[in-house]
């Protein structure tokens, strides 16, 4: 039993030392066409492949079913500084369903015209699932159209949740000159 479980360790240990970045393609003399870390002495038209990190590295972590919900139905949460409660409530609403959202704090009037312009209303908190616009919170509702985008029901384990958007503050004119 003993013997088993050091070959186990020192197939994990070896497992994991072999990953690199790098891996290499080459052909021998005979023109066999191997692959490794790094090529052999002898090799012909040895290739080398770089591996890069993911474009979205935080996303890579995420599972697939998750990354193409967010690819499909990508999620906006619209707040404002003076929602208070609710807009607290929906963040840990999405936070706890390990839901991946950006968040947009609307202070300034270009922002309310935008915000009425995509979302043809004035309230807030509203979440934008993709296409789909749900005004207000109402947790039966969000549950329901996030299901069908195919966003998890529970964070994943480990997840951290999103930090609230900074909340811009409008300048006056006679401040700003």
Request: aromatic residues 10%; neutral net charge.
């Given at each position: ?5 050091c070959?186990?360790?020192i197939l ?8 690199a ?6 052909q021998?003399k ?19 492949k ?7 590295a935080?996303e ?6 998750v990354?193409k ?6 999620v906006?949460?619209?707040v404002s500084?003076s929602?208070?409660d609710y807009?607290v409530?929906?963040r ?6 390990g839901?991946?959202f ?5 202070a300034?009037k ?8 995509k ?12 296409k789909?616009?749900?005004?207000g ?11 069908m ?7 994943p ?6 930090a609230p ?9 006679k401040?700003?000159q």
């Amino acid at each position: 039993m003993q013997k088993i479980f050091c070959l186990l360790l020192i197939l994990l240990v070896s497992i994991a030392s072999a990953q690199a970045d790098t891996l290499y393609r080459w052909q021998d003399k005979e023109g066999k066409v191997h692959y490794g870390d790094r090529p052999a002495a002898d090799a012909v038209n040895a290739e080398s492949k770089k591996f890069d990190a993911p474009a979205n590295a935080g996303e890579g972590d995420l599972p697939y079913s998750v990354r193409k919900a967010m690819q499909d139905f990508p999620v906006t949460l619209y707040v404002s500084p003076s929602c208070g409660d609710y807009c607290v409530q929906a963040r840990a609403f999405l936070n706890k369903r390990g839901v991946p959202f950006s968040e947009k704090n609307i202070a300034s009037k270009e922002e309310v015209e935008e915000f009425k312009r995509k979302t043809a209303g004035e309230v807030v908190p509203t979440l934008l699932v993709g296409k789909s616009i749900l005004k207000g919170y109402e947790s039966g509702q969000w549950n329901a159209e996030l299901d069908m985008a195919g966003y998890p029901k529970n964070a994943p384990y480990g997840m951290k949740p999103q930090a609230p958007a900074a909340v811009k503050t409008a300048i006056p004119e006679k401040e700003a000159q």
